[in-house]
């Protein structure tokens, strides 16, 4: 039977030194055949069997060979890999001199060699040593499937190892289809959502929404990673049992040549750092970069708002506007200079306030409004009309070719809502329904 039939099955579920005996099993069958070795060859690590079959003393102890067995084997499997094929080497040569002796009485007429055909991370060498009763036209023609299976014993080690560190990871992670259909989960995440790996298969990730972050973030996340890149973001979640907890997250597009297959998904709890910068924030109040309002600070009085107008029976106007280029734009200049754009923008956005109204930096040209008293959309429109004209103004040092774009949406109290997250939430979705 075919050598590829034989260890097909076993290539999928057993472990790679499970597979690498299995071949060194079925090549003891061939008449002929003293032993057969596996053998990894990675740069990077030690040399080390993976399997061995025949008698012991031919190259020590199978476990622990000798240096000069390990050199010798690097030098067989790189001649073979220059060849690019399955080579016969006779045993004739001086190199094989200690070999011939260790197979006495018997007598080693070839090692026959071959080698993974992946890279340097999967570098397995297998080599065969026969007697001249060896049926070597056979034995060379069932070895030209060996290069193939070594290939993937090293591949499926790799992936074995992978998922063992992603299964023992301290942080949650999840793999999911290009659908965000939930496929495998590791412990952590049990231990950080509340839900068992069984309880949440097919399912899709927005199980664990909040309902904290606005659509326009969700469209962003789906924007960045459909795009092929990594998206990194803070967010809010919700476990099993209705708790929420903070998460910085970073989810990776996983690529088959130029398609997506699956993203990858690492949650990790911030909860308690999230909390300490909130205490800080409150404590500084002001963003040292653009003299606005912190988040912390700004959802503060959002919140202090709404108590006030409620008691006042008074109306006022949340907005959240985007610098849409604001990432391009910075990214390009150096660090004093994004310093000086930080600085410059939130002046100009101070500059369209009122007495009695406030803005915060929520994140990275994204700001937060609380205009107060009775405005209506046309007002707001105003408002945003100078600011965008403002932004196109040249900045000083920085020049006059940065174009900034503002995009803007608002939610009124109490005619839209008369809670403080849903009167934010509202606001930024109004951002994302004009994308």
């Not at 240096?67 to 084997?73: C, I, R, T």
């Not at 065969?128 to 290939?151: N, Y």
């Not at 404590?283 to 912390?296: A, F, P, S, Y």
């Not at 990432?327 to 956005?349: F, I, P, W």
Request: glycine share 6%; proline share 4%.
């Amino acid at each position: 039977m075919p050598l590829t039939t034989t260890l097909q099955a076993l290539l999928e579920d057993q472990p790679g030194a499970a597979v690498a005996q299995a071949l060194c099993q079925e090549l003891s069958r061939f008449k002929g055949v003293v032993a057969s070795w596996v053998v990894s060859l990675e740069p990077a690590r030690k040399p080390r069997s993976w399997a061995w079959l025949g008698a012991e003393d031919i190259v020590g102890r199978p476990e622990h060979p000798d240096a000069d067995d390990f050199e010798l084997a690097r030098e067989l499997v790189a001649e073979t890999l220059a060849q690019m094929q399955v080579v016969r080497f006779y045993a004739s040569e001086p190199r094989f001199k200690a070999w011939s002796a260790a197979c006495a009485p018997q007598v080693l007429d070839s090692v026959h060699c071959a080698a993974s055909l992946g890279g340097l991370a999967d570098r397995l060498g297998l080599l065969v040593m026969t007697t001249p009763a060896a049926d070597s036209s056979q034995l060379m023609a069932e070895l030209q499937a060996t290069p193939a299976i070594l290939t993937a014993i090293g591949r499926n080690e790799r992936r074995r190892a992978l998922e063992r560190a992603l299964s023992q990871a301290g942080n949650s992670v999840f793999l999911t289809d290009e659908q965000g259909t939930i496929l495998w989960t590791n412990t952590a995440f049990s231990r950080l959502t509340g839900y068992e790996a069984h309880e949440v298969l097919g399912k899709n990730p927005r199980i664990l929404k909040s309902g904290k972050q606005s659509q326009r973030y969700y469209r962003k996340l789906w924007a960045t990673i459909s795009s092929g890149r990594v998206w990194t973001a803070e967010a809010v979640d919700h476990d099993k049992f209705g708790y929420a907890y903070a998460i910085r997250q970073t989810i990776s597009p996983v690529h088959h040549g130029q398609a997506i297959t699956h993203y990858l998904s690492v949650h990790d709890d911030v909860t308690q750092r999230v909390k300490l910068r909130a205490e800080t924030e409150r404590k500084r109040h002001v963003d040292w970069r653009t003299g606005l309002l912190t988040v912390t600070s700004f959802r503060d009085a959002l919140f202090s708002q709404v108590r006030s107008a409620e008691s006042a029976q008074q109306d006022f106007s949340v907005v959240s506007a985007v610098i849409c280029n604001f990432d391009t734009v910075a990214d390009a200049l150096d660090g004093d200079a994004t310093d000086l754009l930080y600085d410059e923008v939130g002046k100009r956005v101070r500059g369209i306030l009122g007495p009695r109204d406030l803005a915060g930096a929520m994140a990275e040209g994204d700001f937060g409004l609380l205009l107060d008293g009775t405005i209506n959309a046309e007002m707001i429109a105003r408002r945003m009309a100078q600011l965008q004209s403002s932004l196109q103004q040249p900045f000083p040092v920085l020049g006059d070719s940065l174009h900034l774009r503002l995009r803007y949406g608002a939610a009124h109290y109490p005619a839209d809502s008369t809670d403080p997250d849903e009167l934010w939430r509202m606001a930024d979705d109004a951002i994302a329904a004009q994308e």
